[in-house]
């Protein structure tokens, strides 16, 4: 595999950013990685980089800490410039078990420190979140990460964890598309100062890129339907982490400004909302991952 670090890295489109009660400011469209592995995972994140993305997101369970970690040691970007996300699993939330997870996350990037690690579940019914809360916020101390926060919680899920430490989560990564739109867990964020991320924000491309109402609006602005609800989150107020391998697309996805969707736009989308829509049926009331 050649490793070259390249040295022409394009100026990255201007994209709004996102900012959280503690000062945290992210990118409004981040590069997400899931399934995004080994040597070609590292090509793809490298790419992605040269493009402009700022934001990279992973986990333990995604099992590519490593080639993230390379292609940001690789890039051309400084590293200072490069929020990196991981995020712990369900499996190590006892808090001993927490503290040397985020330590072999911050050992298998080869980075000196994470941006910002969250927890990937609650696992409500392991009960001990709230322990893993505690060493991310102790990680937090010592610098190994800088930012903390949560995925897939539930405003009483925040609730126990604030009470507990007195630590109100930076982000909140959570399933949110046109088809589950999430807009009273988006506020609920937003008045406590959280900023939401959107993971699958295209629905895992499924059949959302065909919808008529989607394909209509993009018709209308002479754009894909993947960058029409792109920029439908852009204006919505989320963080959104779209993957693509290939560089053209990568591009695409995250140059976003030259068009705006005006009222009838975001009215014809939010209609498409559905309190069932969640891709995979993954409740964080009971669903858990290990």
């Known amino acids: 595999m050649s490793t070259a670090t390249s040295t022409s890295i394009q100026q990255p489109p201007v994209i709004p950013m996102r900012r959280a009660y503690s000062g945290l400011e992210l990118p409004a469209i981040g590069f997400g990685t899931y399934r995004v592995e080994g040597f070609e995972g590292v090509r793809a994140i490298s790419s992605a980089l040269e493009q402009g993305y700022r934001l990279i997101d992973s986990a333990v369970n995604y099992e590519n800490e490593g080639a993230v970690g390379r292609a940001i040691r690789e890039s051309a970007v400084p590293r200072d410039q490069v929020i990196v996300t991981s995020k712990l699993p369900g499996r190590h939330h006892a808090y001993a078990q927490a503290r040397v997870a985020i330590e072999e996350s911050v050992s298998r990037m080869g980075l000196d420190w994470i941006d910002l690690y969250l927890i990937h579940w609650p696992n409500p019914s392991q009960g001990r979140f709230v322990e893993a809360w505690q060493a991310l916020v102790d990680a937090r101390k010592e610098g190994i990460v800088r930012h903390i926060g949560v995925s897939n919680f539930l405003p009483g899920h925040i609730e126990l964890l604030v009470r507990a430490t007195g630590v109100t989560p930076e982000v909140n990564q959570i399933e949110l598309h046109p088809y589950f739109q999430e807009r009273d867990l988006l506020a609920w964020d937003e008045a406590h100062g959280i900023i939401t991320e959107a993971w699958s924000p295209l629905g895992r491309a499924n059949q959302m890129l065909h919808d008529p109402t989607v394909v209509s609006v993009a018709t209308k602005h002479g754009v894909s339907p993947v960058q029409t609800i792109l920029r439908w989150h ?31 736009d975001m009215a014809a989308i939010a209609a498409l909302d559905d309190p069932e829509g969640r891709t995979f049926a993954q409740d964080p009331h009971w669903h858990e991952e290990m």
């Open 234 to 264: 852009l204006q919505l107020g989320d963080v959104a982490i779209p993957k693509s391998m290939n560089p053209q697309r990568q591009r695409a996805n995250i140059d976003l400004t030259g068009f705006s969707l005006d009222d009838a």
